[in-house]
């Protein structure tokens, strides 16, 4: 099955300065990649996410970046403010058999730490 | 729009014993996940329904988790005997579709098992 690893998982910035979240994946025939913030006690939410027909996607002062031929993506978070600090999860997906689904395999989260 | 309702939010339970968990999805969402995330690590996987179909339930340990989505709409997931390593928080979330479709996740259970 897929495995995706998730580096730092830990990571602390000070604010104004940017942030640099790696993950890898195994199975090449993943091919959607979102990426969740969970702030502490609260539900994962996704913040963006890319597809494998596109290497770079960008959204205020985020964005993704995927290299397919290379199994990794990373989100860059620019001049990082405290409320970015949260856990971020990378996942990779693929579809499933039939194509009616995809199945998602989360990373094991990276904790953002934003200090003033 | 309402978002995914889960119930009960805390449980404590003592080891094998049984607990049931339930989760009502945004209206109109067919495809519904269950996934158990333990303390510091990512959401896993358990189930994932296709309207009342399962498409994958290859993580789900079957000897003791099961689930349901009897009308294609609210799903139950259950654990019996329960082990202290379930202890966890389990999420549900609903997609619209599937594949490059968001999911939106609920406040999810936290099981403690004691």
């Known amino acids: 099955g897929e495995n995706v690893e998730q580096h730092p998982s830990t990571l602390s910035v000070q604010e104004g300065d940017s942030a640099v979240i790696k993950c890898t994946y195994s199975d090449s025939a993943s091919n959607y990649f979102p990426w969740y913030k969970q702030e502490l006690g609260k539900r994962p939410q996704l913040i963006i996410d890319i597809r494998s027909n596109v290497g770079e996607k960008k959204d205020q002062r985020i964005a993704v970046t995927l290299n397919k031929t290379a199994k990794h993506f990373s989100l860059h978070i620019t001049e990082t403010q405290p409320e970015d600090s949260a856990v971020y999860f990378c996942a990779a997906s693929k579809a499933e058999s039939s194509g009616g689904s995809y199945i998602p395999t989360f990373g094991r989260g990276t904790s953002l730490i934003v200090h003033p | 729009e309402a978002g995914v309702a889960q119930s009960p939010r805390y449980k404590i339970i003592e080891k094998r014993q049984s607990v049931a968990f339930w989760c009502n999805p945004i209206s109109g969402h067919a495809t519904l996940y269950w996934y158990q995330q333990i303390l510091g690590q990512g959401p896993k996987l358990l189930i994932q329904f296709q309207n009342n179909g399962v498409v994958d339930d290859s993580q789900l340990p079957k000897d003791r988790f099961s689930a349901e989505r009897l009308k294609g709409v609210d799903s139950t997931l259950k654990i019996q005997p329960a082990k202290l390593e379930d202890s966890a928080v389990y999420l549900c979330?609903?997609?619209?579709?599937?594949?490059?479709?968001?999911?939106?996740f609920g406040p999810g259970t936290r099981l403690t098992v004691t």
């Open positions: 979330a609903s997609s619209l579709l599937a594949l490059y479709y968001e999911q939106y």
